[in-house]
């Protein structure tokens, strides 16, 4: 039985924990697209989604050289999300929460990337992000990446809950497993070897 109760116990905490895993861990790539480059400016990108692709994330890579630190109140770039001429994402970023990865020390060259937000629900049909300029002139930028992230469809939000549910059951089950285990079989008095007959604390016949 204890197995058993360990075996619900763990379901229920995959069950639990699959929000948070499927937002962090299990997330894959949809596309990335150059939205600008010091040859070419900014363009937009017009990738085809469907509803499959719900929740989507919306990311930006960064690249800038020559520059120590991002300010940090100050809107680098805008990015707005549409579908069907309807706009369903508008994004001021300043890059504030950011992740950088250096690229060449040497040049403070470094790629930030900071999420600009998820869509969801997720229309099928072909979309438009466009990403402009902000009002941050100071900062040298040599690129920008748009990533978007799909983790696949959430199976129903009941499962967190059931997940919570079965961790209990199976913890509860695992303590009266464990309390009935140690309460175990009374004495047998056969088990104790006889006293002895002869001798000091002994018994004549």
Known sequence: MRFLFLLIFLAGGGMAAYPWLSANMLEHEVGKWRVYDAAGGYVPAQPRLKEADAPLKIMVDLATTGIGKLPPDSAILTLTASVNGKTVLAKAMTFADATATDTNPQMQARVYRARAGVIDPVEDGAYLFTVGKGDAET????????????????????????????????????????????????????SQPPPPRWGRGGSVS
């Not at 040599?142 to 799909?150: E, R």
């Open 139 to 190: 900062v040298p930028i040599q690129s920008v990446d748009l990533i978007l992230a799909t983790a696949g469809p959430f199976p129903g939000s009941r499962v967190q809950p059931l997940g919570f549910a079965a961790m209990a059951i199976g913890f509860i089950g695992l303590v009266l497993a464990f309390r009935g285990g140690r309460g175990g079989q009374p004495e047998n008095p056969n």
